[in-house]
């Protein structure tokens, strides 16, 4: 019985000289189709992309949980903390250098 998930498209893809001749030899080896092994590859390539990706989300959540824990319990920061930094710099320059004596 022939099903929609059984439906294959045929694709045309270049692969390096090692590529072919290691998938032919796996092929082989275990009486399967250079097609069957590609297709077993990519499948395997795109669950590990799909897990990695699920892994990259779960991680974004977790520093967004943090992130509000850290905001409900300090607040958030409305100055910008490099601009702050750089004031704070200047006036110790001039205190050390004595320029905010002179004017």
Do not use: C, N, W
């Amino acid at each position: 019985m022939y099903t929609e998930t059984m439906a294959k498209h045929r694709t045309q893809l270049l692969l390096e000289r090692e590529q072919h001749d290691a998938i032919s030899r796996l092929a082989a080896s275990q009486d399967r189709s250079i097609s069957e092994i590609v297709r077993e590859f990519v499948g395997a390539g795109l669950a590990a992309a799909e897990q990695d990706r699920r892994r990259r989300l779960e991680a974004l959540e977790a520093l967004a949980e943090i992130r509000r824990r850290v905001e409900a319990r300090a607040g958030v920061l409305r100055e910008d903390p490099i601009a702050a930094a750089r004031e704070e710099r200047s006036r110790q320059l001039e205190s050390v250098v004595g320029l905010g004596a002179r004017e």
